[in-house]
């Protein structure tokens, strides 16, 4: 990623370079004025400019212009004031944002609107509304963010985007709509998606006070009253996305192991403690890393952590993509082979066994071959809960390990 700063000041162009060279690990260019900027934007594809909009030879934002017009790069403006007349001219004309300098705190904000331009790229927007004028209209504002804008004409369209497209991550609903309404088209969605997954945003130019609080009661993150202002706009989608990042990372940290990335003891119980009473196979694999406690004494709980992180790496390599791979505690680890059954989950386990064996680990300590034992058990009738299957699990793995180790017992 490289930026292009074009600053006249010099202490603050050394400081945002700094920032932005920190934090985002970017190239960072450097422009006191117009000219030297223009011949910058000719050599060099840059991914944003940050620029300041009162520059020695270009006094009254004409940069930013430059930048959109002839170069179709993204543009932050900084400047010491801005008069409403600026402000309305510079956000028509279609900038990421602007940033008055204040303080340090301001320059910070800069890189954190870079970082957010930068993740928004990857991020998928579905805007659902029955006026085409609208819902372009909002495809604009999210596309000057750089969003990947998908669009529905109603409610009864947009749950079909959505399950078409399931890695969409915010949806922006109109209220009044054909067919399926703004209401009941979040009460579909969040029949499917959790907030976890998915966030909403409802709009309407409806005067009922009430819209707002029902929109939230029924599952929307925000809500915003048409007509609104581009700003405010961009500023409830960005902290919206930004809550929605936090959720995320709060069940990443409470259903993830913070070393091997597996999932917990915690996530698997709660995903799979209904699959015995439902209909359907289900087999459990148990795992044991084998003397593993002899690696952390030999070579020390460092090169013990680089076996762990390896061995789920594999483990979920193999079998993540379909099954759950969970880390039960110390070098203990699970696999939930929803919808095999107990020899079919042992053929896959004992391949995936030998496969381990043949290709050693690469450690500080140099290579390490790595073996496990594993018990196999499964369901066989639906009077029996996940408890059970795991100690059937567990005693497999016992044999397992009294017969030699390195071996897989269904």
């Known amino acids: 990623m490289r930026i292009l700063i074009v600053e006249d000041n010099e202490a603050v162009s050394k400081v945002l370079r700094h920032l932005l060279m920190q934090d985002l690990h970017c190239e960072v260019d450097i422009a006191a004025d117009v000219s030297s900027a223009n011949a910058l934007l ?3 594809k840059y991914f944003v400019v940050v620029a300041e909009l009162n520059l020695p030879d270009a006094p009254d934002g004409e940069i ?22 600026q402000r309305k001219k510079l956000l028509k004309l279609g900038i990421a944002d602007y940033v008055l300098k204040e303080n340090r705190f301001s320059y910070e904000y800069v890189v954190k609107l870079v970082a957010r331009l930068d993740q928004n790229q990857h991020v998928k927007v579905l805007v659902a509304d029955d006026s085409v004028v609208s819902r372009k209209f ?4 999210l596309e000057q963010q750089l969003f990947t804008v998908l669009e529905a004409c109603d409610g009864a369209e947009a749950i079909q985007v959505l399950n078409e497209t399931p890695d969409i991550q915010l949806l922006i609903t109109d209220y009044n709509m054909p067919n399926v309404d703004g209401f009941e088209l979040i009460l579909k969605v969040r029949e499917k998606f959790s907030r976890e997954d998915l966030a909403i945003i409802g709009l309407s130019n409806d005067t009922d006070e009430s819209l707002s609080a029902r929109f939230i009661k029924n599952g929307a993150n925000d809500f915003l009253q048409k007509p609104f202002v581009h700003e405010e706009f961009h500023c409830r989608v960005l902290n ?3 809550s929605l990042d936090m959720l995320r990372s709060l069940w990443e940290q409470a259903n993830r192991d913070y070393l091997t990335k597996a999932y917990t003891r915690r996530y698997f119980f709660k995903q799979h403690e209904k699959d015995v009473s439902e209909a359907g196979q289900l087999a459990l694999g148990l795992i044991d890393i084998d003397f593993f406690k002899n690696v952390n004494d030999t070579y020390g709980h460092d090169v013990g952590d680089q076996v762990l992180f390896e061995f789920a790496k594999r483990l979920k390599s193999a079998f993540g993509q379909h099954f759950t791979v969970a880390r039960f505690g110390g070098e203990e680890f699970v696999v939930a082979f929803k919808g095999l059954d107990g020899e079919r989950a042992f053929t896959v386990m004992d391949k995936f066994r030998q496969q381990l064996a043949a290709q050693p680990f690469a450690t500080d300590a140099g290579e390490l071959t790595v073996n496990f034992s594993c018990g196999i058990a499964s369901a066989e009738n639906t009077d029996i809960n996940l408890d059970t299957i795991l100690h059937r699990a567990d005693l497999g793995l016992y044999e397992a390990k009294e017969a030699g180790r390195n071996r897989v017992i269904y």
């Open 42 to 44: 000719e050599q060099h």
């Open 240 to 242: 919206t996305l930004d």
């Open 64 to 85: 930013a212009q430059l930048v959109l017009m002839s170069y179709q790069t993204p543009c932050i403006v900084l400047s010491s004031n801005l008069d409403s007349r």
């Open 138 to 141: 909002v495809k604009v504002l």
